[in-house]
């Protein structure tokens, strides 16, 4: 059973920096594809930076430059480091994950089954 579980977020003050941390099981690293999303407030799900089984990856423009994803194979863990963090970076932020996603869908919701339950973000300025 995949399992995903997001922590790390929190209030921060505007070009501060957080560490997301979405703590991953069922799956073997190798094998899928995850991805980070945010939901602010009556907006749509937006992908932010996703990564497949063949190391192809996706980011935003929204936070090129400014977000980064790592993994920690040994804890199953995927990162996301957040920097110059915006008011607009303020939302809902949900880690996803599904066994194959070509590169081009990377990015988008639907093409993922398995979700966390989201961490909160929010960034004053």
């Known amino acids: 059973q995949v399992q995903l579980v997001e922590s790390g977020g929190g209030s921060v003050q505007a070009g501060g920096s957080l560490r997301l941390s979405c703590a991953y099981s069922g799956f073997t690293d190798s094998s899928y594809a995850m991805a980070w999303f945010r939901q602010a407030p009556g907006k749509e799900r937006e992908g932010l930076i996703g990564?497949?089984?063949?190391?192809?990856?996706a980011l935003s423009d929204s936070v090129k430059g400014r977000f980064t994803v790592s993994k920690d194979n040994a804890k199953n863990t995927l990162y996301l480091q957040m920097n110059s963090l915006k008011p607009e970076d303020t939302a809902m932020y949900y880690c996803a994950a599904n066994d194959w996603v070509a590169r081009q869908f990377l990015l988008a919701a639907p093409r993922y089954d398995y979700w966390g339950q989201g961490t909160r973000v929010t960034v004053s300025s």
């Open positions: 990564i497949n089984s063949a190391r192809s990856t």
